[in-house]
């Protein structure tokens, strides 16, 4: 049974039973309505009858009197039965009018009513009214004429009349069942409905939503169109007043596809609470959120705004904006006083102003005097003086603060200066007595080195002795230069330089050597001439540190890249290269002095190379970063591009 009511015929079966039930249940409940106002409980079925049909007879009545009256008609006319209504009519006298074919059948009538003709000037009539007569009225422009009618039961003649009282005699008997009915159309109703709702979306034991097509079109939109087509079928019901057979059908039909609109609604919305899309896939939230980034966009935009008049008025001098708001503050003031006080207090007013704004200027140009004074501080020039004469005690004290200020860190980078200058002095005396000694070492080492010697191994230790101590003399050497470049004790000669000639000078250096350590070189650079302000000889050194990098820590069998490009106004150098060992450090610690690339220190190096060639590029104006991303590393080496 769960797995018939998950196909889609048992889901068939089930929106059937939904429909029934509450057609059924409709039309239970209006027939209880009915039979409540009709007094069914009460009056007998004859009773009940007359009524229903009471306003049927009158319509056929005055259908027959504009057809049978005719005043210039001396015979008695003989008309049809009106269905299953037979009559017959006379004038006020009494005498016979018109007949229907069944009425000389019959030896009485069951109801006899009077009813006034109305005429207009040329005779014709103009309408029927049904009247209480009483023998001797008269009426103006009318006539009065009696009908007998009866209804009759003809075999084979299907009318209101017999219609009427076929149903009549079922409600009757149905007038306390129909809340049995009604009570058992609603359980029916509320179990085929739950089950429907379960099973929506889901096919056989699956657990996965198989939403129908109506999911695709958001459901409070789908709700609205829903909505507006009720609400053109309820004025369609309105405005039926007496109802033909066509009206009734279309107004079955328009009720049978509320319905079935109705539970394709509901099993839309079973799906998607089940898919937790009701809310998600909603067009009210998509108009929401689009309304809230709106709100967000112009709370932004204001933010903005806000931010630039704010930057705007912050860049004012202190001065003028302590002017323009006293002066405006004041007129205001003044407005008022003109308007509510007399000559003498507003003379007393004015020098009371007066008095008041020369006081607010000078504390104001005070404040200015500290404020340029703070930033000459910051930007860090420490022989700037702030003028503390004539402030207030308070400012005073705080001009003499920022003097002091000033004092305590020109002898702070006085003393800088003195250690690093010492520092400097110390490394160089050191390098230069260590260096003639090294230098014997040296020679005498070459010596050895040069001489005949039956023993190998001699030979094999002077090489050693002979390398190593050139190693350790390109060391002091470094350390010397390291030194002098950062203190900015290193003379450095200013010239043009052509920044492609210096490129093509380090390829054509470096060829061979990078072939040696299996790299392939790969240089791009412009046509056209970029001429910098640098120091050749420098300038050399510094490719010379990067490029013995490349060799040192570059992956075998790689391709190595030296471009130059022309950015901003600026000659940029960049080299590139995929290095051999991991880069687990960052630029900053590259940067620092005696700091490798590689942690096994197993290639020669002392680690100044690119401290020396960042204070040999700041030396001339420029500038050296590094990047490095996973095993890529780029040294980029910037100057300014003469105009």
């Not at 939503?209 to 939109?221: K, Q, S």
């Not at 190693?471 to 002098?484: F, G, N, P, Q, W």
């Amino acid at each position: 049974m769960k797995r018939f009511i998950k196909t889609v015929t048992g889901k068939t079966v089930l929106f059937i039973l939904c429909v029934i039930s509450l057609a059924v249940l409709l039309l239970s409940a209006l027939s209880a309505v009915f039979f409540v106002e009709e007094d069914f409980y009460v009056r007998n079925k004859e009773e009940i009858y007359e009524d229903i049909i009471d306003y049927r007879i009158d319509r056929d009545i005055y259908n027959v009197l504009c057809q049978a009256i005719d005043q210039k008609r001396e015979e008695t006319l003989t008309m049809k039965d009106q269905g299953n209504l037979v009559f017959q009519i006379k004038d006020e006298e009494y005498h016979l009018v018109a007949v229907s074919e069944s009425a000389g059948k019959l030896n009485s009538f069951e109801g006899t009513d009077s009813y006034c003709v109305f005429y207009d000037k040329e005779g014709y009539i103009t309408d029927v009214v049904k009247i209480l007569y009483t023998p001797g009225d008269e009426v103006e422009n009318g006539k009065i004429y009696h009908v007998d009618h009866t209804i009759l039961n003809k075999p084979g003649i299907t009318d209101f009349y017999s219609l009427s009282g076929t149903l009549l005699t079922i409600a009757y008997a149905l007038r306390y069942g129909v809340y049995v009915i009604i009570l058992i159309s609603v359980l029916l109703g509320i179990v085929c409905f739950i089950t429907l709702m379960n099973v929506s979306g889901r096919i056989n034991d699956s657990d996965e939503i198989h939403p129908g097509p109506l999911n695709n079109i958001p459901f409070d939109l789908l709700c609205a169109v829903s909505f507006l087509a009720f609400a053109l079928y309820c004025l369609f019901c309105g405005s039926v007043h007496w109802p033909t057979i066509v009206e009734c059908l279309l107004i079955a039909l328009g009720f049978l596809f509320a319905v079935n609109g109705l539970l394709g609604l509901c099993m839309s919305m079973a799906c998607r609470i089940k898919q937790k899309t009701l809310w998600k896939k909603s067009f009210l939230r998509w108009i929401l959120v689009r309304a809230f980034n709106l709100i967000l966009w112009i709370f932004d935009f204001l933010h903005k705004i806000y931010r630039r008049i704010l930057s705007f008025i912050r860049q004012i001098p202190l001065v003028w904006k302590t002017a323009v708001v006293f002066l405006g503050l004041t007129l205001v003031e003044l407005i008022i006083l003109v308007n509510s006080y007399s000559d003498f207090y507003t003379l007393f007013w004015l020098l009371k102003n007066f008095i008041l704004f020369m006081l607010v200027i000078w504390i104001a140009l005070s404040l200015r005097k500290l404020q340029t004074g703070g930033k000459s501080l910051a930007m860090g020039d420490l022989s700037y003086h702030i003028d503390t004469r004539g402030m207030l005690p308070d400012l005073r004290e705080h001009g003499e603060d920022l003097n002091s200020i000033a004092k305590g860190m020109a002898i702070a980078v006085e003393d800088r200066l003195k250690s690093e200058r010492m520092k400097t002095e110390l490394i160089t005396n050191v390098s230069h007595d260590i260096k003639t000694p090294l230098t014997s070492i040296i020679n005498y080492a070459d010596l050895i080195s040069k001489e005949k010697s039956t023993t190998k191994k001699v030979k094999e230790y002077a090489d050693v002795l002979l390398r190593q101590s050139e190693r350790l003399k390109r060391l002091l050497e470094d350390l010397v230069e390291a030194s002098k470049a950062a203190t900015g004790n290193l003379e450095v000669d200013l010239m043009p330089c052509d920044a492609g000639t210096l490129v093509s000078q380090v390829s054509g250096e470096y060829e061979d050597r990078l072939k040696q350590a299996s790299l392939s070189l790969i240089v791009n650079q412009p046509e056209e001439e970029i001429m910098i302000m640098a120091d050749s000889r420098r300038m050399w050194r510094i490719f010379d540190n990067l490029m013995n990098n490349i060799c040192k820590y570059a992956q075998p069998d790689t391709r190595v890249y030296l471009s130059l490009e022309k950015i901003d106004q600026e000659a940029v150098f960049t080299f590139r290269n995929t290095s051999r060992d991991p880069l687990n450090i960052s630029e900053e610690e590259l940067m620092e002095r005696f700091t490798r690339g590689d942690a096994s220190r197993h290639t020669e190096g002392n680690g100044l190379g690119l401290s020396i060639a960042r204070s040999l590029a700041q030396l001339q104006k420029g500038s050296l970063k590094l990047s490095i991303d996973g095993d890529l590393f780029k040294a980029i080496l910037s100057f300014p591009v003469l105009k």
